[in-house]
């Protein structure tokens, strides 16, 4: 009966009112129905304790929620809700993981029909790339620990883009082996090496290192941690891949 008047009341101290109304801190705590007899919806605060890293608000973020959990499955009244203003970022951890492996799946499956539609529906030439190019996110996914980043949503953007650039590196060598007149995988092989390889490194891997590593001077931990530091990694991956790796495998395992 009160409470409508209580939230529109304004604090006042010169005894011409209340001096613990309610509109200050509470005028938009409850909504009421169009005839004013009753709240439609409500809220009230609650605090965490003290946060300071990820895992902190993490935690918090899921205990809120175990709270209001707990609240629906014991009253068939109201429905409760937990909500702060950091907990749509931190939302993103309930499902980094199935995210991150969907969609490299995803990329890398769709790395393989590009790869069989360019070189001519040869399945195990687009099979040599899908290898390589998912050997360079497995290793840059474990580059990850010892670097110290961690899987969120930029480094899941950056390692959709590691699966790009590793096509782009391992097609070519895998394009000039399938063409190569040689005769023998290991003479393919050295072939392809020998005609792609100088240009993959002076060209692609050259131009990519250039224009990251001028991010190593950047202020920002956020271009140092998650560009500079993973960029760098896989243009170093994707190079020892193309250059060391497939070579070699071509020459035992080639078409």
Excluded at 179 to 193: I, Q
Aim: glycine content about 6%.
């Amino acid at each position: 009966k009160y409470l409508q008047w209580f939230i529109s009341d304004i604090p006042r101290t010169d005894g011409s009112g209340c001096s613990k109304g309610g509109a200050v801190s509470y005028s938009n705590s409850a909504k009421f129905s169009t005839s004013n007899k009753s709240v439609v919806s409500g809220r009230f605060t609650s605090s965490h304790g003290v946060l300071s890293t990820s895992e902190d608000f993490i935690t918090a973020r899921q205990q809120a929620l175990v709270v209001a959990n707990e609240v629906n499955a014991n009253n068939e009244i109201i429905k409760v809700y937990a909500f702060s203003s950091f907990y749509p970022f931190y939302e993103q951890y309930d499902t980094i993981v199935r995210e991150c492996a969907v969609n490299l799946v995803a990329a890398i499956v769709a790395t393989f029909i590009v790869a069989l539609l360019l070189l001519g529906f040869n399945i195990h030439a687009a099979l040599c790339v899908m290898l390589s190019v998912t050997m360079c996110a497995v290793d840059m996914i474990g580059s990850m620990v010892y670097l110290e980043i961690p899987l969120n949503a930029i480094s899941l953007v950056n390692l959709l883009l590691s699966v790009g650039i590793a096509v782009e590196f391992s097609a070519n060598i895998v394009q000039a082996y399938t063409t190569s007149k040689e005769v023998g995988r290991a003479n393919k092989a050295r072939n392809a090496l020998r005609k792609t390889g100088p240009a993959i490194v002076s060209g692609i891997a050259m131009t990519n290192f250039v224009g990251v590593i001028v991010l190593a001077a950047a202020k920002s931990q956020l271009f140092v941690v998650f560009y500079f530091r993973m960029f760098f990694t896989i243009n170093v991956l994707c190079v020892a891949h193309t250059i060391i790796f497939l070579p070699a495998f071509l020459a035992f395992l080639g078409d």
